[in-house]
């Protein structure tokens, strides 16, 4: 799945940022198929329950039958053509979210060999926000860092200060 790579720092702000706003012990639904992250919640005493491969944007059961408190979705959305479908489907109350930013310097990620890793969107913050609250959500926190890469030239560089990925906590608008 990481290509001989593990995303320490995405890892570690991630699970601080869940740690802070949804602590362990809770009952979550992970979007998106069991994976190296879904085995760190477990060990943090999170009870971790993953979709399973299904299209989400045609298929979204397991989301109207899940009955964890919490729904997670880690760079997900930017796979999906509908997120807003998805988004209204949840049945938790709290989300807890992240995907990674549009980088001006940069396209959009599409995997050659592999045609479910493929950024259909890639936000600017004030999307995401924008998608979220019209689909029912009122954002509690959120935070961004950079992916620095260990390569030299220009898109590296900016790498260092241009943030990449993005994050919310949010809760179900109560109508």
Known sequence: MYEGTFPHKRFEKTLSFLRKHVPAPTTVLDLGVENPFSDIMKKEGYEVQNTTGEDLDCDTSK?????ASVVTAFEIFEHLLSPFTV??????????????????????????????????????????????????WTIIAKDSWTHPVNKIGFRPFLRLFTPRYYIVYAERRKV
């Open 87 to 136: 988004l209204t489907d949840i049945k938790a109350d709290k989300l807890v979210a992240s995907v990674p930013l549009r980088l001006w310097f940069s396209k959009a990620y599409q995997s050659k060999t592999d045609p479910w890793d493929r950024h259909f969107h890639e936000f600017e913050d004030w999307q995401f926000d924008w998608l979220l609250e019209k689909a029912g």
């Open 63 to 67: 989301l109207k039958e899940s009955t």
